[in-house]
Each structure stands twice: as structure tokens, then as C-alpha cells.
């Protein structure tokens, strides 16, 4: 008898313990402000302002590099577009238009509960002997909010303004919703986005890296010069795929770690078109939140299928020195670009 | 066949100029580019006018940059599925004539010369593709029964037409 009721209060602290866990775990990864999520922002609006010098400002860096946090409730954040020549390859360039004077745009970081205080002037008439100027606009997949009235395309010279609150954690994209909006894509539209939960990721890492994987249709106008082609978008033929925008550009600049280090990989596949199965050869990814959110955690992965615009946060242990190449394991991608090296000292 | 046919329709629009246009009949002007992809928002809306105005009115599309050769014309017809003569308003005649802003403006004339509507063919992409107002048809209608327009312009979504 007394076995018995040892039993079951031995069954009722596990339960009871079991409980805590999983609650904690729950509030620690917790969607909104203090637990509660923010829907809706206060109306966009336009204005005609001077623009400043550079094109970004806050918490942006390019990838593979990560931008630090900003500290505090709201975070200010500018993008401007610009369309720009951009070198997918030693011997291919194109007037690409983009987010931050870059193709992928910037990744921008920011954490769960804080407010977005967003700013985008649309340059695109500055370059107007080369590119036409024409609308722009952007839409952030980490928002809650009326697309038709904060994704609002502006005219050249006018600069967009708006807000939001980030509430779930993850890996988003934002890209231009002009239409359309697959040229606005496959001319260099595109970006990533990190959300940290309010206490930040879990676990410790000793690197982090962001990985863009995104498709090149282009086709020639003489020279080095090409020109974005539509029509082998539609029919979903890329001439590049790459990471990070250029052609195979960590095969002779492999992206330096260390043996037995932990490292965390931010990847979103941009597209515009294709599916993305991400591998690391050499590893498994012993810890995968799929869309970057640490509730949809998954073990042991070999691959992570990435469909355009899905997003995922890769963790694995470097094993020993050594290159490790990084691919879209659809290998006709490989074939196009998307492989890169780590190189393990 | 398809070649001749080709080869007929580049010998008619090459030899087109604006004073060829037809007198005594509504025109429509649409302004346009080859390198701005704005116009694919109207792909549906303004194709379906041309089918169902073409005998009653008569649609030109300007292209005033410089940079759009014959071929960029005609792949991106073929490509919007419109048949319609296009001319090459290179030295702005028209450009300066009719003042459009955009490269998707549209400009209505009736039978005298007389500017009716100029601006925006509708307002699908104000509004996430869903047209609330189709100004270019309401236009058409009006000028084709002798009725006065209900909306004389509309502002253009489009790339800045450089004069």
C-alpha cells in the first residue's frame, strides 16, 4: 500500500514537473507584447522629403553577416530603394533594383515586442538614364498588418512610412509588392528579416551566419551587361542561383570557423520560384527550427526543404577541421551557384 | 504564314505616324515603355477594352524613350496578347502635346481632338489588384453616347515618363 501511494505521488511530481516545463517554454517563446499579440498599426503615410546620404540605417548589415540588436520598445529602421549595377558573377552584371543598394537586400534584426518604426524613400529616379523610375513598395511577412495600406506602392521621390510590432519569432522575408511583383523579385527585391524572442534564441552559439539563397533570370544585352528576362521566370528557368546574391562566391573566399564550434545559421530561400533543399555536407543539423521559430523545433536533419519565401534556423556542431560545402541539394542549383564552403581550422 | 503576317505588321506600324491616325474618330493614346513592367497591371483590364472598343475607337500605344527598339515593342505586344499600332514618339511630340505623366497613362480624344480623360486606365493597383473604378471604360462609354466624362483625369500608377 505504501508503494502504492509512493507511485502516485511520484507520478503526480512528474506530471506537475512536466507541466512547468512545457509552460515555461511556452511563456519564454511567448508570440506579442507581453505575451499578447499586437494586430494593426497606426496609417501609413507618404511625404516628399529630402533624402539623406546613405540608403540604410539602424539595425541592418549584409549577409552572412548579422546586425547587433537595438535595445529598447521601438526600433527605427530605413530602406531605401535604389536601382543599382549589381555583379552576380565576374562576367555578369545587371541594373538591378533594390532594397538598401544591395541584392539580397540587408538583413534587418529585431525582437519580439518591439516596434518597427519603418522609413523607405524610393530613389529610383536618381538613376533615370539607365532604369526607369517607377513604384515601389515593401512587404514585411513578419507583420500583422493592411497590406493595402503599409505594403502601398510610392512614387520616385517619395519616402513611405510606417509601423509594426513584431510578434512572432522567426526568419522572414521582405520583398517589393509592386506589381509585378515577380519582376520586382527577380530584379533584386528581396531580403531577410530576423525576429529574436524577447529573451533571445535559445541556447548558445560561437557563430552566426546568414545565408539568402535566391534565383538570377537574366538574359544578355551585350558584353557583361544583361538585363533581368521575365519570361524564363515564368517558365522557371534560372540562369544563377546563388547565395548571398553572387555566383559561387564562397568557393575561393570559404567563410572561416572552427573545429568544434557551434554555429547557427539564419536561411531563407527568396526565390523568386524554386525550392531550396538546404544541406551542409559533413553535418547533420541536430537542431532545426523550421521558419525560425524555436516552437517548431526538429532533430537530426540531414536536409531542410525550403519552399520561396520559407525561412529556418539551422544549428549544428563543426566535427573537425576541415571544408564543409554548403548547397541547394537540388543539384542542377549547385550547377547554377548555390554551393559555398566553410572552411573549418 | 506567321512570318508574313509579322513582317506585314512591322511594314504597317513602321510606316505610322501620328498624323496617320484616322480623322473623325475617338482615340485612345496609351503611354508606354518596354523596360516598365507597371502596364502588366492592366493586362487583363485594358485588353478587354481593346476587344470590345476596337471598332469604334482607335488605340495607339506611344513609346517615347528612345531606348525601346522595334523588337522590345513587339515582344512585349506579343507578350500583353495586344493587337494594336504603336508608335515611336522619340522626339516627344506627343509627349509634349498631351502632357501624360506616366508610363501607363492613357489619353482620350474625341473626334474634334478634343482631350476628354487623361491618366489612369483604372485603379487596380491602388488597390492590390481589385479595380474599383475603371475610369478609362467610363470615359469611353460617356464619349461614345455624346455624354459628358464622369471623371476627367485620375493619377497614373507607372514610371515617370522622362521628357
Known sequence: MKRYKTSCWLIILAAALLTACYSITDNKYAAGKGGKIVYGAPEAYVTEEAIPAATTAGPVAYAPAIPSLVDGDTVAIRVDVQHKKIAVSDDVSFWAWTFGDAVPGPVLRVRVGQTVKFTMANRSSLTAQVSPPMPHSIDFHAALVNPHDKYRSIAPGETLHFQWTANYPGVFMYHCGTPVILQHMISGMTGMIIVEPADGFPGTVNRELAIVQNEFYLKPMGDTAYQTDVASARARLPMFVTFNGKYKQYMQAPIEVKAGERVRLYVLNAGANLTSAFHVVGVIFDKVWIDGNPRNEMHGMQTVLLGPSSGAIIEFTVPEKGIYAFVDHSFASVEQGAIGLLEAK | ?163
Request: hydrophobic share 40%.
Open chain 2, 1 to 163: 504564314m506567321k512570318s508574313l503576317l509579322l513582317a506585314l505588321a512591322i511594314v504597317i506600324t513602321a510606316g505610322f505616324n501620328i498624323k496617320a491616325a484616322a480623322p473623325g474618330k475617338v482615340k485612345v493614346y496609351l503611354f508606354i515603355q518596354t523596360q516598365c513592367p507597371c502596364i502588366y497591371s492592366h493586362k487583363e483590364t485594358f485588353g478587354k477594352l481593346l476587344k470590345t472598343y476596337r471598332s469604334q475607337v482607335e488605340f495607339t500605344a506611344v513609346f517615347s524613350d528612345s531606348n525601346d527598339s522595334d523588337k522590345d515593342i513587339q515582344d512585349l505586344m506579343g507578350d500583353l496578347g495586344w493587337k494594336m499600332p504603336y508608335v515611336k514618339d522619340t522626339r516627344h511630340r506627343l509627349l509634349m502635346q498631351l502632357h501624360p505623366r506616366v508610363s501607363t497613362d492613357v489619353v482620350l480624344l474625341d473626334a474634334a481632338g478634343k482631350v476628354l480623360y487623361k491618366g489612369a486606365i483604372d485603379d487596380g493597383p491602388s488597390n492590390m489588384g481589385m479595380v474599383k473604378h475603371f475610369y478609362l471604360q467610363d470615359a469611353l462609354e460617356a464619349c461614345l453616347k455624346h455624354l459628358p466624362v464622369p471623371v476627367s483625369s485620375a493619377p497614373g500608377r507607372g514610371c515617370l515618363l522622362q521628357y
